[in-house]
T-cell receptor, first 111, second 114 residues
């Protein structure tokens, strides 16, 4: 059974800092991995999807990397802004697109 | 284009009552999913439907039933609600295109069972 761990569980940083969110998973036989953002009381928004054959994906200030063999993914946020405050969820997917979610990292960016 | 919609947004039930959570998507997606999210935890898959007319159990199906009414709609039913089913329920849909399969989520239903 896939298990996903996200570290840290919570993070508070001043505006402008570059930061890294970590995700580890136990079963490396994944098809892809997605990073989601969840705002309080809202649904999830997909940020980035990395296929198992890829090493990284970039979207604006966000960069996600994947090391499938070691069961790790990182989400790098450059020049953080208060609007980045949210919970970030990592979810590796199997071939049937079944996602297993981590518990999330709750990020607070202070002005 | 509303994406994935869910009704109701909030619901309070008494133990033993039944209810159906509704989900609809207007993106012509084949696959639909029901998740639950408990405080401090990630989402856990309850049921999914890979296509119209098919449904399969996920990680936590006990106490729930689903119906894929048509391609657009996927409902989740609690036959006899229990306090352990207090949670936020999310519906999602997805379609695979050239190996990319991103799930799109609805805003959620907050359910409290007393």
């Amino acid at each position: 059974k896939q298990e996903v761990t996200q570290i840290p569980a919570a993070l508070s940083v001043p505006e402008g800092e570059n930061l890294v969110l970590n995700c580890s998973f136990t079963d490396s036989a994944i098809y892809n991995l997605q990073w989601f953002r969840q705002d309080p009381g809202k649904g999830l928004t997909s940020l980035l999807l990395i296929q198992s054959s890829q090493r990284e994906q970039t979207s604006g200030r966000l960069n996600a990397s994947l090391d499938k063999s070691s069961g790790r993914s990182t989400l790098y946020i450059a020049a953080s802004q208060p609007g980045d405050s949210a919970t970030y969820l990592c979810a590796p997917g199997n071939a049937g697109n079944m996602l297993t979610f981590g518990g999330g990292t709750r990020l607070m960016v202070k002005p | 284009n509303a994406g994935v919609t869910q009704t109701p947004k909030f619901q309070v039930l008494k133990t033993g009552q039944s209810m159906t959570l509704q989900c609809a998507q207007d993106m012509n997606h084949n696959s639909m999913y029901w998740y639950r999210q408990d405080p401090g935890m990630g989402l856990r898959l309850i049921y999914y439907s890979a296509s119209e007319g098919t449904t399969d159990k996920g990680e936590v199906p006990n106490g729930y039933n689903v119906s894929r009414l048509n391609k657009r709609e996927f409902s989740l039913r609690l036959e006899s609600a229990a306090p352990s089913q207090t949670s936020v329920y999310f519906c999602a849909s997805s379609v695979e295109y050239r190996g990319w399969d991103t799930q799109y989520f609805g805003p959620g239903t907050r359910l409290t069972v007393l």
